[in-house]
């Protein structure tokens, strides 16, 4: 069975300052991951996702993240925080291309402070 | 404008009362999907539908239904509501590729008392 963990529920941060949300994976086969944010009162928006190549991964609102295949980790980056970046993100993780499940993650709470 | 919409937004029943949410996308996708917030547990899947008349279940499907009879459209029904369905749920999208994001709506907040 396919699993995400984000071992933080809230991170805070200045603005200004680097961003990262952390998640780590368990899958068999090789993993399509997916970052996705939520504001208040609305759906989950597509950040970026990784499926093949580049472990670097770059999104939208000028989020990167990078893919650690001997750490089972894709971890959420950001090199400096807005005030508008706080929101509830969530990893996923899908086991290859004949997977169609699409595992999340608990979320991660990001609070940037002016 | 590309969308998944889902109604009602908000919703508050009381036990038994059978109850429809409906999700409808404009974007020609194949696959749609029905998931479930619930606070420390992310999203999680209850059913899916590859295509018209093609739907299997997530992880957590007892107590729902669903129904893809048209490609734009996959109703989420609950035939005999419970107060542990009270929840948050969203609808998603996405072409049948897996390797492309799923496009959510924007949820409908269900209380079942």
């Known amino acids: 069975a396919q699993s995400v963990a984000q071992p933080e529920d809230q991170v805070n941060v200045a603005e200004g300052n680097p961003l990262t949300v952390k998640c780590t994976y368990s899958?068999?086969?090789?993993?399509?991951l997916f970052w996705y944010v939520q504001y208040p009162n609305r759906g989950l928006q597509f950040l970026l996702k990784?499926?093949?190549?580049?472990?670097l991964v770059k999104g939208s609102y000028g989020f990167e993240a990078e893919f650690n295949k001997s750490q089972t980790s894709f971890h959420l980056k950001k090199p400096s925080a807005l005030v508008s970046d706080s929101a509830l993100y969530f990893c996923a993780v899908r086991g290859g291309p004949n997977d169609y499940k699409l595992s999340f993650g608990a979320g991660t709470t990001v609070t940037v402070r002016a | 404008e590309a969308q998944v919409t889902q109604n009602p937004r908000y919703l508050i029943t009381v036990t038994g009362k059978k109850l429809t949410v409906t999700c409808s996308q404009n974007?020609?996708?194949?696959?749609m999907s029905w998931y479930r917030q619930d606070p420390g547990l992310g999203l999680r899947q209850i059913y899916y539908?590859?295509?018209?008349?093609?739907?299997d279940k997530g992880d957590v499907p007892e107590g729902y239904k669903v129904s893809r009879k048209e490609k734009r459209n996959f109703p989420l029904i609950l035939e005999s509501p419970s107060p542990n369905q009270t929840s948050l749920y969203f609808c998603?999208?996405?072409?049948?590729?897996?390797?492309?994001?799923?496009?959510f709506g924007d949820g409908t907040r269900l209380s079942i008392l």
């Open positions: 539908s590859m295509n018209v008349e093609v739907t």
């Open positions: 899958v068999s086969g090789n993993p399509y």
């Open positions: 990784y499926i093949t190549g580049d472990n």
């Open positions: 998603a999208s996405s072409s049948t590729y897996s390797n492309q994001p799923q496009h």
């Open positions: 974007m020609n996708h194949e696959y």
